[in-house]
């Protein structure tokens, strides 16, 4: 029989758990019995909103902390935060990511620093300060890659890097890490598109084998199974539609 809550007692860390895709893996990983650190950056108000509706069935079971992924000196500090909520870690979720244009001809030094800031070296170094948590509790790390990391996103070519350095880092600390730390990633297509992008949807979904979008929960539970498949690792899984097989 299958366990509804085979995360009891554990203890994950979620970057960017907020709001969009962080926020719904949270609640998917709160039922299944974890207690959740939701990390923010600026999103205050629905960082407070979404633990208190979290809170609501199970109190105490949800902390917030706060801070800037690209502030180097911060990665520690968050990973200390986390261990004082339970004293354990036993899944990172690095959620967090920048999104934003890049034209060849235009893009910027800064531009660079913050998507590779956040979408690979933020992850990266946050493995490597909750490895020794990790190796405690044989713990996993799930990152949020993109399946624009094998096939490049027009008009976006800092994104599409930074997240194949991302995918890298999957398969890379899944041999660093073994046995005691398996790490995973999921690769989201069509399930949220920016804001104010309202042309992103028509042009998508006629390149998707399923012919629809995805929705959070689709991301969310993929986040779920791979925190409780005890013999998974190095793999990453795109939940897209039959995208990354379309020509």
Same mark, same amino acid.
């Given at each position: 029989?299958? *366990? ?5 007692? =554990? ?11 962080g926020?719904m893996?949270?609640?998917f990983?709160?039922a299944a019995?974890?207690h ?5 950056? +600026?999103?205050?108000? =629905? ?11 199970? !109190?105490?079971s ?5 801070? *800037? ?6 990665l ?13 870690l036993d ?11 890049? !034209?060849?001809? /235009? ?5 660079? *620093?913050?998507?590779f800031?956040? $979408? ?12 020794s ?9 799930? +990152? ?9 996103? =027009? $008009? ?14 999957? =398969?890379?600390?899944?041999? /660093? ?27 998508s979904?006629?390149?998707? !084998?399923? /012919?629809?979008?995805?929705?959070? /929960? ?6 779920l ?14 939940? *897209?539609?039959g995208?990354s097989?379309?020509?």
């Open positions: 029989m299958l *366990d509804p809550q085979p995360l009891q007692n =554990k203890t994950v860390l979620i970057t960017g758990g907020a709001a969009r895709l926020a893996s949270a609640r990983l709160h019995g974890a959740v650190i939701i990390h923010y950056r +600026n999103s205050a108000e =629905k960082a407070q909103a979404l633990q208190a509706e979290l809170q609501r069935s199970r !109190p105490g949800v902390s917030l902390v706060q801070g *800037d992924l690209l502030d180097f000196p911060y520690s500090r968050l990973v200390d935060d986390a261990l004082e909520a339970t004293g354990q899944i990172l979720l690095n959620n967090a990511s920048n999104f934003f244009p890049t !034209p060849v001809d /235009e893009v910027t030094e800064q531009q660079w *620093d913050s998507l800031g956040v $979408n690979a070296k933020a992850p990266f170094f946050l493995a490597k300060e909750a490895a948590a990790l190796r405690k509790s044989s713990g996993c790390i799930i +990152n949020m890659v993109d399946i624009h990391a094998e096939r490049p996103h =027009k $008009n976006h070519p800092v994104y599409s890097m930074a997240k194949a350095a991302n995918a890298m880092m999957v =398969k890379s600390l899944a041999r /660093e890490l073994a046995p005691q730390i398996r790490v995973n990633g999921v690769a989201p297509g069509a399930i949220l598109w920016p804001e104010g992008n309202a042309n992103a949807k028509h042009q979904l006629p390149r998707i !084998p399923l /012919e629809r979008a995805g929705r959070p /929960e689709n991301i969310a539970r993929t986040v199974f791979l925190a409780t498949a005890e013999y998974i690792t190095g793999q990453i899984i795109a939940v *897209d539609g995208r097989v379309q020509q």
